[in-house]
Nanobody, 115 residues
Framework: QVLVVESGGGLVQAGGSLRLSCAASGSIFSINNMVWHRQAPGKQRELVASITSGGSTNYADSVKGRFTISRDNAKNTVYLQMNSLKPEDTAVYYC?????????WGQGTQVTVSS
């Protein structure tokens, strides 16, 4: 059993910053990709950023240059540093972790950016 828990969401003004964390725990032998998604009200869930076990990263065009994904393999944790936040970044942010190839999801953390 694997538990994935996100933290770090909150309310911030436009132009501000937040850092999200996502920790995986439980029966973990190896973690492959770690991914952040988000879902805004009335919209489909979308991929925000991903990072492989080797550290290769990928970003949605809408967040390139503003968000940075990183991971600490010793802590089974992935981070999302979000700078220059915009109201359109408002969403529930979900962490998705692949453990030995199987996907596990967190419960989500709300990020609200006020204008």
């Amino acid at each position: 059993q694997v538990l994935v828990v996100e933290s770090g969401g909150g309310l911030v003004q436009a132009g501000g910053s937040l850092r999200l964390s996502c920790a995986a725990s439980g029966s973990i032998f190896s973690i492959n990709n770690m991914v952040w998604h988000r879902q805004a009200p009335g919209k489909q869930r979308e991929l925000v950023a991903s990072i492989t076990s080797g550290g290769s990263t990928n970003y949605a065009d809408s967040v390139k240059g503003r968000f940075t994904i990183s991971r600490d393999n010793a802590k089974n944790t992935v981070y999302l540093q979000m700078n220059s936040l915009k109201p359109e970044d408002t969403a529930v942010y979900y962490c998705n972790v692949y453990v030995s190839g199987w996907p596990y999801w967190g419960q989500g953390t709300q990020v609200t950016v006020s204008s």
